[in-house]
């Protein structure tokens, strides 16, 4: 026999299932990226190429490239052709952890 509090009409359940639901979304649970994670992933999956320009890849630091990119095809675009991959580059650019999010911060650290 279960207890009266998980039975899914019971008040302490509805409790339980609110305490769920802000665990789940609290920033606590759920670290934001720093700007060491941002470096570590870049240098786990992203340098190989764009430390050195490998097959053309837009370099590290290179300002201008990157902000002709940006402006050219804009932030969307940019992400977009990193979670697809391009000729020479695998989809989701070695990042097999990465999101949306993540992609912006590492396109944004290496156009600095």
Known sequence: MRPNF???NHPASWLA????VLLLNSP?????????????????SCAACHDHSV???P???DKVTWDKLKQ????PALINSVK????QMP????????NEKDFKALIEFMSK
Do not use: H, R, W
């Open 28 to 44: 606590l649970v759920i670290p934001q990226s720093t700007a060491a994670d941002v470096a570590k992933v870049y240098q786990s």
């Open 91 to 98: 989809a989701g650019g070695l990042c097999e952890n990465c």
């Open 55 to 57: 097959f053309n890849a």
């Open 17 to 20: 299932q609110g305490a769920v």
């Open 84 to 87: 697809g991959g391009m000729t």
């Open 59 to 61: 370099k590290k630091g």
């Open 6 to 8: 998980l039975k899914l």
């Open 72 to 75: 050219q095809k804009g932030m």
